[in-house]
């Protein structure tokens, strides 16, 4: 199965399916884990897409895919996927289109309409087991408007809204674990930095049926404040630092895909990201960081037994 | 009524520039306009800002059509038609352009019968993150039109900045004043413009926007990839450059990380980067294993294609 | 032709069964949730073919409706009130896609208060949507409004979502003698949907209901959806004079009832306006020259219908079932907007808030309102709006405040020693 078909980084697709010239900030991490998806679920594809960075891909008459797509609004694109989905299954059956003219039906949305506005739609199309995959692309916070703090933002993170000392008041919500509640057949996250792992999760869930939902993790230069080159770099320490874990629902369990065996200290991750910056300057908030490190520190030690 | 417009690229500070003009030109006792026009468009794409001033009331609102003044912040988007620099201007229209190369030869290229003006980027040569200040262009535009003291450009400078801490305040300061002096001699060449007269007004060709039917007037695209003809590579700055004494051919880490698709991998193994579409990001660079990437000044990268030309 | 009773619920969704429908995305509320009910029985059991999808509310419902009728099947939904203002979202979202669909309306009152009875603030809110809309007035005509509004919806010189409208408890729940016609007939009126080029194929991909920057581009959407729906005017008649010959029964955009001779002319929508029908019979019998216009296609407005029905006329007395906040009737303001300066020497007019919330109009205020707009002719003066309330019901309403405790001191010094 899909493990076979990718073993290593050399087995990784190179059509680069998603073409260029698209409006996103340069060094986008969405953009990124998007056209490292798109290279697997190949162009039978149609996204349908609510609002967020992302409705910018398609300005008329420019489109960079090479498969369809659809923007409906913020809160309801499963419900734009529940359409599509039903009615190229009755065209199907009613053999007014023949079954290699089929799509997979591909939700794409920001964290904003994932885990706030559109968490509604999202949890019913689970529940009527919708044959959908659902991508998050998840920039902790409303990227579009100019970086306002969403449920994804993570505690003490400064936002357009969260100008304050200590930042974001809130902690992150536990997307992964609110979707695996409904217990649908794939639940995983990845981020465009570890590609191997995002190819296998993708393939892994395009070979599934029913709602299989991915939440990728997505370095935003301009959200986040830091200079675009270091994206990838971001993303590997979310990864080696523990922020961001690795991991799929699959089979009513948990799995870690990599695990950090040593993991770096939070404040390499933080400390080069201007959103974290007033934990580190004029003074050094030994309080916020330490917090922030226990909580990752918690999580793995519950991972990890 | 002053008309003056501020070409540059996103994270240029042109919409700063925008409002420190603006402030000091309201502390001068003007009635003032000051916006930034956004798009789609991201970071290192092709942005402006505008301002008017009047000492009557200003009726006139968007999009300025007709300036008095264009400020170029970035030379390089003098040559992109999408940045729009050259829209609207006639001979009566100065324009400034933040550059090394000398106002005579831009004057040339662009065959323009008005007055060409060039400042040098301030802390050219030095830190490179500071090359371009929204007070520097500021204070360039105060000169220029001769309307507002040294005296309001600093408090204008310092209303606007000290949220961004003093640092910023500082710096920009020192920017705006040493390009104040430096257009001293061209104090006032910017007259206010006039508005449109009715007499002999050119009429606007209304249609009747004739009925289509949805298939062609749905907003839908009936075809793939279009985007590729947008040429996003023009956002650039820094350009990256693989040397393949040095690139092993690895599995290609540069092309899969590249957000842009800009980077393919060719029959030999070897990737190429798509300047069309490459904006600069430099996370090939950054990522290449052997290092075999680097980065060039895209001014620099230019000069040394048309030379080659 | 077989007559059976039917509720208007019930004629909508023999409606939609008789259209063929595909796919049916559902959510209930009152006073709709029959025709859903209705139509998820006769899927269940097979009698109809198609496929029905609840779900988690109506935004998302018009949501599914859209996205399936853009991808190339024919849709049915259904919805009222709240749940047609939670869509609203949609409802100018999928009209710009032009994801050509039928919805079936069921009024009723907006909250707040929140009500069940029926009014027409509802659809009226959908006013500018990109929607059409056909206003029902009895069982039958809600069956003929669902066969003509799917023709309407996908005619190439259209391609529009169509509302069409009956109101809550007086359609909804009452049971009408309603003609079904047979199956292969309304085929053959009523021919499968071809969504053309607007579709999701893996052969032919496309990029739907994509963003657009600057005035230019979206100018010319807009204005394109509003020349089709302005088209939508003598596509309709086009169909009314086909459906005429399938069905034997015409279907106009506007009902003039004994309107030729008339001086006075009632101009009202939906159920209520068969209230204003009676009315008209029995001023005709006591000698009174009057008549009643009724538009059942509302968007796009028949302008022309009524410039045509309404010249020469001395007074028009427009009751509208709706109010918008700050100016009043709505139908009153539209028909105003068309017939100034339209016609020489064009009637007085009158505007009449009443029906508001299921509230009822009887003969004796419509035979009053015969007698305003008179003497407002005679004397070349329009009167000011009136809302249709009588004192009884407002010393009811003063009875229930008392309970409330609201204000009661208030509220006595103000009316309380006339009303005792």
Redesign the interface.
Known sequence: MSEETFK???D?P?T??????????????A??AL??IYDILG?KTVFVNAAGCMT????????????SWLYTAMASAPAGAQGVRDALDILIEKKQMPPEDDLQVVVLTGDGAAYGMGLSSTSAAIDRELDFLYICYDNEGYGNTGQQFSAATPHAAKTATSKGPRGYPGYKKDLFSIWAAHKPPYVATVV??E?LDLAKKIEKASELKGPRLIIAFSPC??GWGF???????IGKLAVKSGVWPLKEYIDGKVIHTKIPRKRVPVEEYLKVQGRFSHLFSPKRNEELISEIQARVDAYWKEVEG | MYRIRFHGRGGQGMKTASRILGTAFFLEGFEVQDAPRY???????PIFAYVRASKEAINERGIIKEPGLVIVADDTLVAMPAAGVLQGVTEDTVILIVSVIEAELWKDRLNFPGRVLTVIPPGEGQSHERAFTGGAIAGAAARLTGAVSKASLEEAIREELIPLGTKVVEENLEDALSVYEFMAEHEGCVAPGTAIAVEGFTPPNWVE?P?????L????????????????GL?RTVRPVIDYELCNRC???C????????I??NEDGFPEI?Y????????C???CPPHAISGVLEREAKGGEDNET | MKRRLLTGNGAAAWGARLANVDYVPAFPITPQTEIIETLGSWIDSKEMAGRMVTLESEHSMVTAAGAAAATGVRVFTATSSQGLLYAMEMLYTVA???APFVMVNVSRGLSAPITLEPDHNDILAARDSGFLQIHAATCQEVLDSVLMAYRLSED??V?LPVIVNLDGFYLSFTREPVEVPKEDKVLSFLPPFDP???RFRAS??????????GGGPYS??R???H??A??ALSVFDEISVEFGRFFGRSFDAVEAYRTEDAEFVFVMMGSFATKAKEATDRLREAGWLVGLVRPKLFRPFPKEHFLKLLKGKKGIAVIDQNISMGKGGVLYTELASVLYGSLDDGPVMASFIGGLGGRDISSEEFFEIAKVIRRAAEEGKAPPPRLLYTEEELREMRKLQVIANAERNQAGKRVGKKDE
């Open positions: 290593s980084v050399k990784l190179s680069r399916l998603l073409c260029g010239g698209t409006p996103m900030c340069s060094g986008c991490g953009l990124e056209h490292e162009k910018l891909l398609s300005i008329y008459p420019f489109t960079p895919f090479r498969g465009g930095s590609p230069p301009t200079d675009p080159k270091l994206s990838v770099e | 798009g789609a468009e991201r970071r290192g794409a926007l009925f289509e039917d949805a298939r007037s749905s907003p839908a695209i009936h075809a793939e990839a279009t985007s590729e003809q947008i040429k996003t956002w599995s290609w880490l092309s899969t990380f590249c957000p842009e698709s800009a393919s991998v798509d069309e579409h490459c904006k600069g990001c430099m996370i660079m950054t990522q | 710009g896609w032009r190439a010189r391609r053309e080029n607007i032919t991909p496309i990029s739907q209901a994509v963003a657009v920057l010319y959407f204005y394109e959806t020349l089709a302005l088209n």
